[in-house]
């Protein structure tokens, strides 16, 4: 079974950083491609970044180019999201889960819980 579980996120104020991570299971995570989503109040979900199995191909959204890097450790499965310099219209529910670009459409259920991230002085 496909699982997701992401961690890390918080209430920070505009200029501060935070790391997420995301565990997978249930995937062959070296041979993935992964990435990170986000999804804000009233707004669909957008992809953020993305990275291939060797951590040589990284794409990022125009927003978040030079503030957001993302990362992975495949011994453990896992990938992060470093955020830098934080702005209110970061926040929202962060997920992780294949990319869509690479690997199709994902299932509906294979969605985690996300993890909030809310930027407010």
């Known amino acids: 079974q496909v699982q997701f579980v992401e961690s890390g996120g918080g209430l920070v104020q505009p200029g501060e950083s935070l790391r997420l991570s995301c565990s997978a299971s249930?995937?062959?995570?070296?041979?993935?491609?992964m990435a990170w989503y986000r999804q804000a109040p009233g707004k669909q979900r957008e992809l953020v970044a993305s990275?291939?199995?060797?951590?040589?191909?990284?794409r990022s959204a125009d927003s978040v180019k030079g503030r957001f890097t993302i990362s992975r450790e495949n011994a453990r499965n896992t990938v992060y999201l470093r955020m830098n310099a934080l702005k209110s219209e970061d926040t929202a529910v962060y997920y992780c889960?294949?990319?869509?670009?690479?690997?199709?459409?994902?299932?509906?259920?294979?969605w985690g819980q996300g993890t909030q991230v809310t930027v407010s002085s």
């Open positions: 889960n294949l990319d869509q670009v690479t690997h199709g459409q994902v299932p509906d259920n294979s």
């Open positions: 249930g995937i062959v995570f070296r041979l993935s491609t």
């Open positions: 990275i291939n199995h060797y951590g040589d191909n990284i």
